[in-house]
């Protein structure tokens, strides 16, 4: 008993330093951001109490929801275009494909590269004039398509600025799937070639109903970070042309920072980005709890 209680000393005396820091850098910026989204205040004067009206005037704005909407697409891009590309990346690479360890690193070199790097990237590559997207269109006879000014035209903003978001994480994710297959037991897929299951029969019965947990890990990191991505958008629009490629995040540093100085109404659309975050992270939890469990053995047909 004496031993227990030294043990849990320790661990206290260890997490001590960790709980302070979270306290400090999360907990308390979260209260804060929540008490002044009550207020009337450009970060100088004095703070007006004005209750919720920050919140009322928010979801009667037509940028802000003009900017949810964005975030939402941002998020369910990332689910269900970037996570499976990534998905089938893993697969593939982990099936012993000759010269596997350099494709895995080659993929992997967007995620350790600044935001403000690959946003000079792309906006060099979507330039109207030399942009090298326009000079391939007008090589293989597509002139007109090939002179579109993509991040300055309202029709093709977003999806310019969506494209390089959702490439930056890809090899992010598909380092997680990749760890997840190569940690599962090859002694399963000896059986099941034995058993004459083809590569994507494998794929399907065995290696993606085992990588449930991981699939749970990037799915909320993919929609939580959607939701509150920010430094691509910035570099790349800055949320223009008339607010086309807006999200949350660029709204919000912008009613904070520039004319205005709207810090009690930023912090409202903080307060939202937040309870978003903390929901759908919820959500995507449930999800994967309510269709957990091992799946039933089956029989390969081939």
């Not at 010269?99 to 690193?105: A, H, S, W, Y």
């Not at 949350?248 to 409202?268: E, Q």
């Amino acid at each position: 008993m004496e031993r227990v209680m030294r043990d849990k000393k320790a661990i206290a005396v260890f997490l001590i330093p960790s709980l302070v820091l979270f306290l400090l850098i999360v907990i308390i910026p979260i209260f804060m951001s929540l008490y002044y989204s009550l207020m009337d205040w450009d970060g100088t004067r004095d703070k007006v109490f004005i209750g919720i009206d920050n919140y009322k005037n928010l979801f009667s704005s037509p940028s802000f929801r003009k900017a949810m909407i964005n975030s939402v697409i941002f998020a369910g891009a990332s689910v269900f275009i970037q996570l499976p590309f990534s998905l089938l990346l893993a697969l593939v690479l982990a099936n012993k494909v000759k010269g596997e360890r350099f494709f895995v690193t080659v993929f992997f070199i967007p995620v350790i590269l600044a935001s403000v790097v690959i946003g000079q990237l792309w906006m060099r590559m979507y330039n109207q004039n030399y942009g090298v997207i326009n000079i391939l269109l007008k090589a293989i006879g597509l002139k007109e398509v090939g002179s579109t000014a993509w991040l300055g035209d309202m029709k093709t903003a977003f999806i310019a600025v969506l494209v390089p978001v959702l490439w930056q994480y890809v090899g992010y994710h598909m380092l997680l799937f990749y760890s997840g297959i190569k940690s599962i037991s090859p002694e399963i897929f000896e059986a099941a070639k034995i058993d004459g299951a083809s590569f994507w029969q494998t794929s399907f019965s065995i290696t993606i109903p085992m990588l449930r947990q991981i699939a749970m890990v990037s799915v909320t990191f993919a929609v939580v970070g959607s939701m509150k991505v920010y430094d691509l958008v910035k570099v790349l629009t800055n949320g223009g042309p008339s607010g086309a490629s807006e999200v949350i995040s660029t709204l919000l540093v912008r009613t904070m920072f520039y004319p205005g100085n709207r810090f009690g109404y930023g912090s409202a659309m903080a307060i939202v980005l937040i309870v978003e975050c903390f929901v759908l992270y919820l959500f995507v939890g449930r999800v994967f709890r309510e269709r957990g469990g091992i799946p039933k053995k089956r029989r390969y047909h081939g």
